[in-house]
């Protein structure tokens, strides 16, 4: 299995989603220029965080944070559905300590879409307390429903805020941000 990650003008943690990638989850992995058409055989693509394109990749839009400040810290995520290749060696109701780090993470969609997500199950992650309760305090930018995390219809794109390559290792304070990349790997490696 070979991974990819997109770079582009305004990108970020992308060198460091390709560490992540290579040295923690020692997995084949390439750099893929964003206008380029050659994917280069990879199975598995990671659009690391940035700005330049706007964060238009799933349902909504992810907005200024409510106080209008760029807030980085970590922060507890619940994970509300386990059966995704993205959180398959998670279980429903474990709390991730993971990292944010962005000025624009306040998710906001319309009223039909976020009863689609509901429905669907589509809501991956929830900002929480450290005991798993999703509360306005636990909310670090405002996102409604507290979402941090949601996945597409066919369960095969997730589209998250958090950022999961700052902790996936114990030198960086914390490793729970590398079951993300672990159940991607497993998930590969069945098919």
Known sequence: MKFGV???PGSNCDHDAYWTIQQVAKQPV???????????NCDAIIV???????????????MR?????????PVHVRVESADTPFTNTCREGEVLTIPIGHMEGNYFCDESTLAELRRD??????YATP???????ANPNGSLDNIAGICSPGRNVLGMMPHPERAAEPELGGTDGF???ESLVGAMAEK
């Not at 005991?131 to 305090?137: A, I, L, S, Y």
């Open 6 to 8: 997109i770079i582009f």
């Open 30 to 40: 390439t750099f893929l220029w964003h206008d380029s058409h050659d994917l280069e």
């Open 48 to 62: 690391p965080g940035g700005f330049a394109y706007g964060d238009y990749l799933l349902p909504g839009a992810l």
């Open 65 to 73: 944070n409510v106080g209008l400040k760029y807030v980085c810290k």
């Open 121 to 126: 199950r589509r809501i991956v992650f929830r």
């Open 131 to 137: 005991e798993g309760q999703v509360t306005p305090d």
């Open 179 to 181: 079951k993300i990349f």
